[in-house]
């Protein structure tokens, strides 16, 4: 066996990732000094120097100025949620609300379902125009106040994020410019380097993006907005900011993609109503009923409903039958009915929760929320703020998750509420206000 002293730096590095990848270090765990590792392992400070960039770049670590080098909180941590964070997961990560009485009521709806009749029609092919049952319920379902979304304008998908990516690809083709907000939802930068489109990050302020940012983008083939209940950001618009927007994007002729995921949380008026020709508003089950239980939804008007239609299907994101079928019946019986206000009340108990116990700390959200926006302390840097968190058992999302222009990721972090108890969740806040009270995490 060579030494380490005459071993490459990479080697070294592959020595540590491996301790990493079998938990002999954990997430949040601090690495010794550059100088200390060193002398323990007999190679050179430059070598050390060498490994510990490489572990950086490798995205295993994080190194802090004045505070030392840590392993990332790149996987989740064992074990149900429980009353003992520092042992076990506490999931303040993913956000799908799922109350314990809602298996019941779900279950109940669905046997009628599973008789035979109904399921020979469930297990036939669909297209992604469904049925007209699952149209016109699916239309009173995702109304609001100011706006009533026509049956023939509603397509399905398999999920949310299918019907987004399906959207995206029907409106900006590849090589093309599409306007999110600077933070937006993390999983529209994936769907967006796959299908070879160019995210262009439009600057927010308190309620959402700037009708200013929009008017100096330069051009974009369409806009991914999130108007109410912003993910990560946690704020809305008023009226006038909705109009202002609106005009905004009249004037330059920019087609909407507006995702209304939380929805069915609030009663605001999409900005889609005020641009009826130019929008296609996307929406799923996964929160109003549960991430298992599935169907997303894009609402396109005449304009565009052909083009969104045949990127659905071309892209394979269409709906199943069972699926449809399933959520026809959960939006008509009075299911989802139920689900929606048992969850707008959840929500608003969890974040009366956020307000006690992170009172004092610069915390954004919206009362009727399922997650919040932590801008931290001065001392603090979102990715160690995460691996010390984890070294808890608690896992948070840092901002460079959202950041469309990963440099200038804020030092922030969502707190995702939905899915631990009351009691957990509560207990869970007060370690991260202990965590960020706290000004160092030790030197050597």
């Known amino acids: 066996m060579p030494s380490e002293q005459s071993m490459d730096y990479r080697q070294v590095a592959d020595r540590i990732a491996a301790d990493i990848a079998a938990g002999r270090l954990k997430p949040g765990e601090r690495l010794p000094t550059q100088r200390r590792f060193a002398r323990t392992h007999g190679i050179a400070a430059s070598t050390a120097s060498r490994v510990y960039g490489e572990l950086v770049r490798r995205g295993l670590v994080v190194g802090e100025v004045g505070r030392g080098t840590f392993v990332r909180a790149g996987t989740r941590l064992p074990g149900p949620v429980l009353a003992e964070p520092a042992a076990l997961a506490v999931d303040l990560e993913l956000n799908f609300p799922v109350l314990p009485e809602h298996a019941d009521l779900l279950a109940e709806s669905l046997r009628k379902q599973v008789k035979p009749a109904a399921m020979a029609d469930a297990i ?153 020709d130019r929008a296609v508003v996307v929406d799923s089950l996964s929160k109003r009923l549960a991430p298992g239980l599935s169907l997303g939804f894009a609402i396109a008007g005449r304009a565009l409903r052909a083009e969104v239609a045949a990127a659905i299907r071309t892209g394979g994101w269409g709906p199943q039958g069972f699926a449809l079928a399933a959520a026809t019946a959960w939006l008509t019986d009075g299911t989802a009915t139920r689900l929606r206000a048992d969850k707008r009340a959840d929500a608003r108990a969890r974040q009366r929760l956020v307000a006690e116990r992170l009172a004092g700390f ?51 972090v969502r707190l995702a509420t939905a899915s631990p108890p009351l009691p957990t969740l509560a207990a869970a806040l007060d370690r991260l206000a202990d965590i960020a009270r706290t000004e160092d995490l030790g030197a050597d």
């Open 124 to 276: 036939r092919a669909v297209g992604v125009a469904g049925t007209l049952a699952a149209r016109e319920a699916a239309a009173v379902a995702l109304a609001r106040d100011g706006w009533s979304p026509q049956p023939q304008d509603v397509l399905f998908a398999g999920n949310g994020r299918q019907a987004i990516a399906g959207v995206i690809a029907a409106m900006v083709p590849p090589g093309e410019r599409l306007g999110v907000e600077e933070l937006t939802y993390a999983v529209v930068k994936g769907i967006a380097a796959r299908l070879g489109v160019t995210l262009v990050p439009l600057a927010v302020d308190g309620e959402g993006v700037t009708p200013a940012a929009l008017r100096a983008a330069g051009p974009l083939r369409a806009v991914y907005l999130q108007p109410a209940l912003h993910n990560p950001l946690g704020v809305s618009m008023s009226a006038v900011r909705r109009a202002e927007v609106a005009e905004v994007l009249a004037d330059k002729g920019i087609p909407l993609i507006e995702d209304t995921i939380y929805g069915f949380l609030h009663d605001d008026p999409p900005l889609a109503a005020l641009l009826p």
């Open 362 to 412: 610069d915390v954004q959200a919206d009362s009727r929320a399922y997650h919040c926006w932590w801008r931290l302390p001065a001392h603090w840097r979102a990715e160690t703020f995460v691996a010390a968190a984890a070294r808890s058992g608690i896992a948070i999302t840092p901002a460079a998750a959202f950041t469309v222009a990963t440099a200038r990721a804020p030092h922030a």
